[in-house]
């Protein structure tokens, strides 16, 4: 249940505002992301990403990478510069969508809806490089993140590497304004409002933030027997304490 709610909420952003829905940013609510500038932020991010992999060594291979949680494809595009092929899945199937219609000339591209809680699509020790930003936390629980990140180094090769980011903590504020936000959304939609009135008169979304602490997310890729090699500190819209994780398989 929680799986079909959530890819419904993610098909309606993205029938009314894809860009946003992947990069929060206020001032650019409401279409305001152009497509130029918004594939420009992807190729910095990828840049910068793929300069600490190179400094770790890893992944030892760079022949297929996974873009989990795609979008339209504003990483994968990028990331296909570095690798012989680069596959993204997304749980909305507008996102697929439109992630073809933008990537159509990029043929080491591949985009898949993921269609379960699982990767089914792909079998065991499957990429060199699997990456996930802004992602993990739009999940409704702790567990359904930790399912996620253990099927996530399922499909990690021996040698490869793992790149996922989540927050710590949500501040008290953001958290009551996001609860209100939610809460007003399902309710308004329920009532009969129709998805594009509630996101542009009452301004208001499903997006939910589940935070997890670093302790606890350390603690449950060390029982998974993977090997953090490094952990950063970043700054995401709207979450001022984030951390990626750079992960292998022991």
Known sequence: MSFERDRNDWDRLAHLD????????DDRRFGGWDLESFFATGEDEVEQLMASCSSLGLPVRRQRALEFGCGVGRLT???ARFFAQCYGVDISPRMIEIAHMLNGSHERCRFLQNESEHLDAF????????????VLQHLSSRAEIELSISELLRVLRPEGL??????VRVPLRDRVRLAISRASYNFLTGAGFSSKVVYQRFKTTPIKMTPMKERQVVSYLEALGAKIVLIQS???IGLPQSRAYFVTKQ
């Open 162 to 167: 793992l790149v996922f980011q989540l927050p």
């Open 234 to 236: 970043r700054q995401e």
């Open 123 to 134: 079998p065991a020790d499957d990429f060199d490089f699997v990456y996930t930003i802004n």
């Open 77 to 79: 595009r990028p990331l």
């Open 18 to 25: 894809p860009f946003w829905a992947i990069l929060t940013a």
